[in-house]
């Protein structure tokens, strides 16, 4: 038996955990939230992802329950969660400052809300122990929290929050206050504990490798709005918006205008310059403005024009990026026109081909680039 595939937005048959009913969000005249409808699915990692200000932590405050909808309605298991005060919804809530007890002991932090909760003593130990276990503190369990690293304070934390089996766990930003290699670390660690005790994880990021990394779908946010809510692989080969591929990734965004030609479109771009041809189902009338969204990683770079490639350009290298096992060329078009093409560098440095200044070919497939509305 193959392992089955979890998409159970793709299953008509399966309720969602947490449904947003044309959920709006006021303050004042301020517009958090506009008109939101969207379903998380129960055992979904699911990332709400966006810059300042889009109004991904009022969707989670609003989950947690410290704000209520202005319109709309927020259902947790078919049941409308506005009434509920957010001691008493089956949410917890872990911040990025991790608010730990300082006096009290990591065995203490995670008793604390069961204690609060009048559960029996040999429940309460068997509880902890098995947090303890999950996160990996065992040896930890009797020092203070200034006595741990922060890494191991993020995982206190989110034992903490674990302890009562909410049904959602809401993460704010949880690991902003790592360092990037600690951070990595952290986000597999998180996958592996979500996966283990099937919690729905609801994260806050504006971090987009986080998100691409940890999450079953992402939501990426502007304006109070949810653009694209979408597998991580979807978001990134599939982009519905120029502000979606634009936001995700590396890219190439190069606008022109759209004529239908075979299974597609040439799309001409400036005076001079050969059309370029994309396939897409997308409709477009003829002259329309479109966007070519391409990635980097899909741009052939050589010396010589490639023989019979549909689209190929000539430019000038302008920058380059050594990411050790990558490199990516900024290529300028005559036109001015930037366009990036990344090569993985499987050979020492003194043997790369290319360098600044150099007059370089870039190509590309026709099902290379995303054709996206102006």
């Keep these: 038996m193959g392992q089955t595939v979890f998409e159970p937005w793709n299953d008509p048959n399966v309720k969602p955990l947490i449904q947003f009913k044309n959920v709006t969000k006021r303050f004042g005249d301020f517009v958090a939230i506009d008109n939101q409808s ?6 979904e990692f699911f990332a709400l992802l966006g810059p300042s200000g889009c109004g991904k932590t009022t969707m989670m405050r609003m989950l947690a329950g410290f704000e209520t909808p202005t319109e709309g309605t927020i259902l947790l298991a078919g049941q409308d969660i506005a009434p509920i005060p957010p001691n008493k919804r089956a949410v917890n809530m872990m911040f990025q400052s991790y608010a730990l007890f300082p006096h009290l002991s990591v065995w203490e932090n995670i ?14 130990d068997a509880r902890v122990a098995e947090m303890l276990k999950l996160t ?8 203070k929290p200034h006595q741990i690293s922060g890494g191991q304070r993020q995982r206190v934390a989110l034992a903490r929050s674990l302890a009562k089996a909410p049904k959602l766990l809401l993460l704010d930003e949880p690991l902003g206050a790592l360092d990037a290699k600690l951070r990595q670390d952290t986000q597999f660690e998180l996958m592996d504990i979500q996966e283990k005790t099937g919690t729905t994880f609801v ?15 992402v939501a990426v946010m502007d304006h109070g709005r949810i653009i694209q809510a979408d597998t991580p692989a979807r978001i990134y080969e599939m982009p519905k918006s120029v502000y979606v591929a634009d936001f ?14 075979g299974d597609g479109y040439d799309v001409a771009f400036a005076e001079g310059q050969p059309s370029l041809h994309a396939k897409s189902d997308k409709v477009f009338q003829n002259g329309q403005t479109c966007h070519l969204a391409i990635r980097p990683e899909k741009v052939a770079i050589t010396a010589e024009k490639p023989e019979g490639a ?53 190509s590309w497939t026709e099902t290379a680039g995303v054709l996206l509305e102006g």
């Design 38 to 43: 969207f379903d998380i699915y129960a055992q």
């Design 248 to 261: 995700i990734g590396d890219v190439t965004i190069i606008e022109g205008r759209a004529t239908k030609s």
């Design 111 to 124: 008793a604390f809300g069961l204690k609060r909760d009048r559960m029996e003593k040999s429940a309460i």
């Design 136 to 143: 990996r503190l065992e040896q930890f369990a009797k020092r």
């Design 310 to 362: 549909v689209n190929a350009i000539q430019g000038k290298i302008l920058d380059i990026a050594y990411l050790g096992n990558l490199s990516t060329y900024h290529v300028e078009l005559p036109t001015g026109q930037i366009i990036k093409s990344q090569t993985a560098n499987t050979r020492r440095l003194s043997r790369r081909g290319f360098t600044w200044e150099d007059t370089v070919w870039l």
């Design 203 to 217: 994260i806050v990021t504006h971090d987009q490798e986080e998100a691409m990394t940890v999450a079953s779908r």
